[in-house]
């Protein structure tokens, strides 16, 4: 059971990853990073890393997103203005 | 003629890539197809004597303030580094998020999520030997409350009740402190960073009070990151 | 489990290929993010051993999974936390001189 | 030997003070600067004594079961080049550096001490994070002027060293699960068994990253961006310490971890060498076309770094001790120059070849330092970047690289030819009254020094080459490096 | 013992302190008298030894050969200097120092890394010393340093060869890297196709720097031929074409001072004839017209150099000055020409007989006498100008003291060694047993100067017009053009884009892969 959901989480992973790469618009690739980042995290809870899970939790899928915001804010609605 | 030549770059490009995949789908294999499992000398001991020789039950900590403790002490530089170039990249004008302005509803529950995140954080400095967490994760929920404060009333608030100046000079501090722990090892008659070699006493495993010096370290961890990631989030703000 | 290193390899060439043909630098420094992510996960997938725990000992444990690459992979992602942050500040400063998120148009430097 | 560890805690210390008293106590911002710098200088003499015989200092006292930092002769040289670069910059950037000057002192310190962390340690992670501390520091400081150029070859560097960190940390993971431990000696012992295609495919990845970090062409791209609009005190510790230092990791990874035999056996040693001649050759094609001062000499740096290249993989005695001869002098030349060029640029901020045209007769005796200086980097009689290139050429003869050593001799006369240009500029009346900012005695004296270091490295080459002789040993029999380190 | 190579290099440390006028001139005279004074006092057989990183050198050691060397080489370094310190600067005159001091050097090394420094040390002092005269021989100047660096590079790979095939760096058994020191010295002697450096430099330079480097450059070349090339039979025939091509060109030009470089070239054919030959007998004749040749060549440049300074230019009309107003100088030219022209009785002549001597075939002979001729031709051009030809040029300004004395000093010595040539033999032991004053030899001798005479007033008209027109072929700027465009090509592959670049990185990574895997 475990391994069927492991597995489906990895696809799913590759999904967000390809659709983060893929798609045109920046805004909806950097909304997708949280996605991407909080299917890892339950990746690694599987692994049974709880740390490394939080902390990528916090710092990668939360407060990367944030910047990531943060840079597009900066960037591109300007250029639309 | 110029489609062709886009698209041949392109497939150039593909190219490249799937090779490098197949080359590492190789070297996976080959690597997945020795007997590697045996090779955890290293590790081993650190399962089986990790808990007397440092006195955290979180083995993970153990590993990252005191067996490779001078790994976190340099990683800590990174994030110090990192805190200090955006710091020193934002202009002196300010700036803020654009976007329309958050309800009331935003502003209130910031005020109540603020003291929480404060003990959460708190929670996973203090238990970090004991439990998932530690300095990183814990000074990463305390930055959340500048930030939250940023995000919701801008920058000028989050300033007014966190001074830049106050935060790298914790930041800075937080650093210090942990340098300063580590010579503790050295004015006891052993090496940098040494904990248990030292004399301290390790107190019983499972305790909140214990594991010498490593919940310091974590404090001081906590403090460095919690004051650099704030500091690092509102100098991406405030660039114009 | 075998099927989680090949994710690992296909994330690591997704990075790359994001690395080396997009043009626009915030997805270049997501292609980075994407890298770094592949190597904290196979960190993560080398430390597991079948049927171990986490390696919080309050009691004795059969199999524990193996610690040190869980440490690595902390150290790794504030690392990887802090490279990202100093790469989108100096985007946004490049941005801001530029006028423009497209890379082959920073060609003050060449020759 | 407390003192191994304390250089690489002291520049971190000196860096979080400059933070604090940056907002607090900024009267002894300068006093602190130098005199942290004095003591450093006086800890790095303390451990270069000491490195012979090597020995290692645990941190946390683990020993073998956590990180150790490894003082042998190889590293001890590393020092040396800190010892002798580190006090000149910094009191040459004490008057040269304007705006920013706290944060570039820090960023120098925490670089300087990622760079001696590199040379110490003895642990492949930790390799990592100090490799990242020194790269992280030094693009910030490529960013320090904040001007467009400074921040596209910041972005640059940064795109570029960060790609190199993830092959090796790709490669250093790969490392620990087939080996089980981090410590470069029992990862050598490990080693042993396993199979060759895959430790050539992880020497590729540490190969490919470090090389990155070295900037051999094509991989070169990148590094006269970040020369191009840094501070250029800045550029001497760049130049003479960050990509040595990614020479230094990878020649340790490579001679200790992998071992000379399987480099032999692999082909890395005759590729080396063939990549280091075309990187050289079209170095110096590419430097006689620049009209930027910091460009000429950064593509020069390239080409240094091929030569050092070559001697380090030509894999016998003396190719080593020439190319780790030729480490010490081209950071000392490179130093002299960039220094030269920061007086010229402190003074009517010339920065194009054009620009210093009839300098000589304003700042005669700095620009016969410059000339000296030049004339030791194309590798001329008496200076100290011939006996270097010397030995490398013999070695290179010696163990059948006839080409190779061929066009070492090729690549004086091409390296002749511009750095003759900017000489003959140098010395070219110019009718154009200059008005000259006089440089004090604190920006002329360090560079003096260095370059006087020039002829006496190069009239009593015995002086540094004692501490050099002793390197070979450790680098081919990569036994006695492991045997100190495990302790046996 | 102080070697008197190092003697100059001190006088040039000396001279960085801040001197005045009189301590200068001082300074200089007693260190160029010194350095005479224990050149003939040397010991034919000592020698230093020194070690220097893993090997044993020889920094200094004396023979017969090299102690005649050396004593002209430090009597010329006392006139030049006497001859230019009114003029020059005193960072010329430690550039002097310096390029005196290392030609002594690379004459009394006895090993080849010794010599392959002070090689050095000369193309380098010596460029600056040209570089840093006027913002007219920059440019000259880059040519110049390139052309000797060129040079001396291929004598580093001759020397490696040799190191990695024997092991030593003795001078004496030289057998794998010949071809690379024959293109060296090919260099430095301005062989012909080499030759290019040479009427640029000293034409374009100063008139002082111009003797200082006639003297040293040449010679050395011709002094570490004898050592590391002698008896290469085939040379000779090298030196003759050389020589020709030398006549040739020499008819040609319009300034003194390019007709006086390409006479080097003529003259130095006649040394690379004598070595060659390769006997004990051609070598002495050949070090002996060196000697000569220093002499008389140095008193011509000194002279063209009294013509420039009180006339201001080079051309030959400006010679017409001489006759008249300046008598020591018309003294000394006319002994020089003698000289020159291997009249007996001066100082050309014992030379010249002894090589003639020395050579057994017919050929060499044959274009030996019509090198003589060639000569006697061209410096008649010369002596016409300055004499027969009526000349309305005036006098602006007298020579210094200083210069004269140089010439003055030198014409003593041309007359001593003509009148008596057994001086130089036994000033060194070297004994040819040659009787120079027989009627075999004298008549010899005079032949082509005889002949060249009549022919001279004959074909007037023709040699004496200028030749506006000049033979200038340069292969070297073409291969610098080549270096430049194939530099521009990659630089523009540089264009700063950085996607270009990641892929040129990941081709590589791929390469490195396959390379290793595979």
Redesign the interface.
């Known amino acids: 059971m475990i391994d069927l959901i492991f597995n489906m989480l990895m696809i799913f992973l590759l999904i967000t990853a390809f659709f983060m790469v893929f798609t045109k618009d920046i805004l909806t690739s950097v909304i997708t990073l949280p996605i991407f980042g909080a299917i890892l995290v339950v990746i690694f809870v599987i692994l049974q890393a709880p740390g490394p899970a939080i902390a990528e939790a916090v710092i990668a899928s939360g407060l990367t997103t944030f910047f990531f915001v943060i840079t597009i804010n900066k960037t591109e609605y300007e250029q639309n203005e | 003629m110029n489609r062709i030549n886009v698209i041949s770059k392109k497939l150039y490009k593909i190219g490249l890539v799937v090779s490098l995949a197949i080359f590492l789908l190789f070297i996976f294999y080959d690597i997945h197809n020795l007997e590697s499992n045996s090779k955890r000398y290293l590790s081993d001991h650190y399962i089986s004597e990790g808990v007397q020789e440092t006195g955290a039950i979180n083995i993970v900590t153990s590993v990252l303030y005191d067996y490779r403790a001078f790994d976190t002490l340099g990683e800590a530089t990174v994030l110090l580094t990192a805190a200090a170039i955006l710091s020193f990249l934002v202009p002196i004008t300010k700036d803020k998020m654009r976007g329309t302005p958050f309800t009331i509803i935003v502003s209130q529950t910031t005020q109540v999520f603020i003291p929480f995140l404060a003990i959460l954080g708190m929670y996973l400095i203090f238990f970090g030997h004991l439990a998932p967490g530690g300095g990183f994760v814990g000074g990463v929920v305390i930055a959340l409350i500048p930030i939250l404060l940023t995000i919701t009333y801008r920058v000028e608030f989050s300033e007014y009740k966190f001074k830049p100046d106050k935060k790298k000079v914790s930041e800075d501090i937080g650093a210090i402190g942990f340098v300063l722990i580590g010579l503790l090892g050295i004015l006891t008659g052993s090496n940098f960073l040494a904990n248990g070699q030292a004399n301290v006493s390790l107190g019983d495993a499972g305790e909140l009070i214990s594991a010498g010096l490593i919940p310091y370290l974590n404090i001081m961890i906590g403090i460095k990151v919690g004051a650099g990631l704030a500091i690092i989030f509102n100098s991406l703000i405030k660039e114009k | 489990m075998q099927i989680s290193y090949i994710a690992v390899i296909i994330l690591f060439c997704l990075g790359i290929y994001t690395i080396i043909s997009n043009k626009n630098i915030i997805k270049m420094v997501m292609g980075f993010t994407i890298l770094e992510s592949s190597l904290i996960l196979l960190l993560i997938l080398i430390s597991y051993t079948p049927g171990g725990t986490a390696p919080i000992l309050d009691r004795q444990y059969e199999i524990v999974v193996d610690p040190i690459p869980q440490a690595l992979a902390l150290t790794t992602i504030v690392i990887g936390g802090s490279v990202t942050a100093v790469m989108l500040a100096v985007t946004i400063k490049l941005y801001k001189r530029y006028r423009t998120l497209n890379v082959d148009k920073l060609r003050k430097l060449r020759g | 030997m407390?003192a191994a560890?304390w250089v690489i805690?002291l520049p971190?210390?000196t860096a979080?003070?400059i933070?604090?008293s940056?907002?607090?106590v900024k009267k002894i911002f300068v006093p602190l600067v130098i005199s942290s710098a004095i003591i450093y200088l006086y800890l790095l003499i303390l451990v270069i004594n000491n490195s012979y015989p090597p020995n290692v200092?645990?941190?946390?006292?683990?020993r073998l079961?956590?990180?150790n930092l490894m003082v042998d002769p190889f590293s001890g040289l590393f020092l040396l080049i800190i010892a002798l670069l580190f006090l000149p910059v910094i009191i040459f950037s004490v008057k040269y550096i304007k705006s920013?000057k706290h944060?570039y002192f820090?960023?120098t310190y925490?670089m300087t001490?990622?760079i001696a962390?590199m040379v110490l340690?003895a642990?492949l992670?930790?390799l990592y994070?100090?490799l990242?501390?020194s790269s992280?520091?030094s693009?910030?400081l490529v960013?320090?002027k904040?001007t467009?150029?400074g921040?596209?070859?910041?972005?640059?560097y940064?795109?570029?060293s960060?790609?190199g960190s993830?092959?090796i940390?790709?490669a250093t993971?790969?490392t620990?699960?087939?080996?089980?431990?981090?410590n470069i000696a029992e990862i050598s012992l490990?080693f042993n068994e396993?199979?060759f295609?895959?430790k050539?495919?992880l020497?590729?990845f540490f190969?490919?990253g470090y090389v990155?970090k070295i900037g051999l062409i094509?991989?070169h791209?990148?590094l006269?961006?970040t020369y191009?609009d840094s501070p250029i005190p800045y550029n001497v510790l760049s130049s003479g310490l960050v990509m040595k230092s990614a020479v230094y990791a990878l020649i340790k990874v490579l001679y200790i971890i992998f071992g000379i035999d399987f480099l032999d056996k692999?082909?890395?040693l005759q590729?080396g060498v063939f990549w280091g001649v075309i990187t050289f050759i079209?170095a110096h094609?590419?430097a006689?076309?620049?009209s930027n001062l910091s460009?000429l000499l950064a593509y020069s740096s390239i080409a240094q770094i091929a030569y050092i290249m070559i001697g380090l993989f030509v894999g016998t005695e003396g190719g080593l001790i020439g190319g780790n001869f030729h480490i010490l002098n081209h950071a000392i030349m490179k130093g002299t120059l960039f220094l030269v060029t920061a007086i010229f640029y402190y003074s009517l901020s010339a920065v194009n070849i054009e620009d210093i045209k009839g300098l000589a007769y304003k700042f005669p005796i700095l620009s016969f330092t410059f000339?000296v200086a030049s004339?030791a980097i194309v590798g001329?009689?008496?200076f100290n970047g011939f006996?270097s290139k010397w030995?490398i050429?013999?070695a290179a003869?010696?163990s059948g690289f006839v080409y190779a050593?061929?066009f070492i001799?090729?690549g004086?006369?091409?390296s002749?030819?511009y750095y003759?240009?900017v000489?003959?500029t140098l010395?070219?009346?110019n009718d154009k009254e200059i008005v000259v900012e006089e440089p004090g005695l604190s920006l002329s004296l360090p560079t003096i020094f260095l370059g006087s270091l020039c002829i006496v490295f190069g009239v009593v080459?015995?002086l540094p080459?004692r501490l050099i002789n002793k390197i070979p040993t450790f680098l081919l029999d990569n036994g006695e490096y492991i045997r100190v380190l495990l302790g046996g | 013992m102080i070697t008197p190579g190092f003697l100059y290099f001190i006088g040039a440390i000396l001279l960085l302190f801040p001197v005045y006028e009189k301590l200068k001139y001082m300074l200089s005279f007693l260190v160029t008298v010194a350095a005479i004074i224990i050149t003939l006092h040397l010991i034919p057989g000592y020698s230093v030894q020194l070690d220097f990183l893993t090997f044993t050198l020889v920094p200094f050691k004396v023979d017969n050969i090299n102690k005649l060397t050396g004593l002209i080489f430090a009597v010329g370094g006392l006139a030049a200097v006497i001859y230019s310190i009114s003029m020059c600067s005193l960072s010329h005159l430690r550039l002097i120092f310096v390029f005196i001091g290392s030609a002594l050097t690379a004459v009394f090394s006895g090993d080849l890394f010794t010599l392959y420094v002070a090689w050095e040390l000369m193309t380098i002092s010596s460029s600056f010393l040209i570089i840093m005269t006027s913002d007219v021989t920059k440019k000259t100047g880059y040519y110049y340093f390139l052309m000797h660096v060129a040079g001396g590079l291929s004598l580093l790979w001759g020397i490696f060869l040799q190191y990695s095939a024997t092991g030593n760096f003795s001078l004496n058994n030289i057998e794998v890297g010949i071809p690379f020191f024959m293109i060296a010295i090919a260099i430095k002697l301005a062989f012909v196709g080499f030759h290019t450096w040479l009427p640029l430099a000293y034409s374009k330079a100063p008139f002082y720097v111009a003797v200082i480097l006639s003297i040293y450059t040449t010679k050395v070349g011709v002094y570490v031929m004898s050592r590391l090339l002698s008896g290469i039979n085939s040379l000779a025939y090298a030196g003759l074409i050389s020589a020709l091509f030398g006549i040739a060109m020499s008819l040609k030009q319009k300034r003194v001072l390019k007709l006086l470089c390409y006479s080097i070239i003529i003259q130095v054919g006649f040394m690379i004839i004598g070595i060659s030959i390769g006997t004990t007998e051609g070598i002495t004749g050949a070090i002996f017209h060196l000697v000569n040749h220093i002499l008389y060549k140095t008193v011509l440049f000194m002279v063209v150099g009294v013509v420039i300074y009180t006339t201001g230019k080079d051309s030959f009309e400006n010679l017409g000055i001489m006759g008249r107003k300046l008598p020591i100088t018309s003294i000394a030219t006319f002994v020089a020409f003698m000289g020159i022209a291997g009249v007996p009785f001066f100082n050309g002549y014992m030379s010249k007989s002894i090589i003639k001597e020395a050579i057994q075939d017919p050929i060499l002979t044959l274009g030996l006498n019509v090198m003589s001729f060639g000569t006697c031709i061209i410096f008649l051009k010369f002596i016409y100008y300055a004499f027969f030809k009526n000349s309305d040029r005036k006098v602006d300004k007298k020579p210094p003291v200083s210069m004269q004395l140089g010439i003055g000093f030198l014409t003593v010595l041309m007359l001593l060694v003509g009148i008596h040539p057994f001086f130089l033999e036994n000033l060194t032991n070297m004994h040819v047993d040659l009787h120079y004053f027989d009627k075999k030899h004298l008549l010899s001798g005079i032949q082509p100067f005889l002949w060249s005479i009549p022919i001279f007033i004959l074909f007037k008209k023709y040699i004496v017009k200028n030749y506006e027109r000049f033979l200038y072929f340069d292969i070297y700027l073409n291969m610098a053009k080549l270096f430049m465009t194939t530099g521009y090509h990659l630089s523009n592959y540089h264009d700063g884009k950085l996607n270009k670049y990641l892929l040129w990185a990941t081709s590589t990574l791929i390469i490195l892969l396959l390379l290793f895997m595979f």
Do not use: H
């Open positions: 407390e560890v805690i971190l210390l979080f003070f933070g604090i940056k907002v607090y200092y645990s941190v946390g006292a683990w079961i956590g990180i920013y944060e820090i960023f925490i001490a990622g962390g340690t642990d992670f930790n994070v100090f990242e501390v992280l520091s693009c910030a960013a320090l904040k467009n150029k921040l596209e070859g910041a972005y640059k940064l795109v570029m960060t790609l993830f092959f940390l790709l993971i790969l620990y699960y087939l080996t089980g431990t981090l490990e396993i199979p295609k895959i050539s495919a020497m590729a190969v490919f990155l094509p991989l791209f990148w006269p961006d191009e692999s082909g890395l590729i079209v094609l590419l006689f076309q620049q460009r000339v004339l001329l009689p008496p006996i030995l050429v013999e003869l010696e050593a061929f001799l090729v004086t006369f091409l002749l030819t003759l240009k000489i003959i010395y070219t009346k080459p015995s080459l």
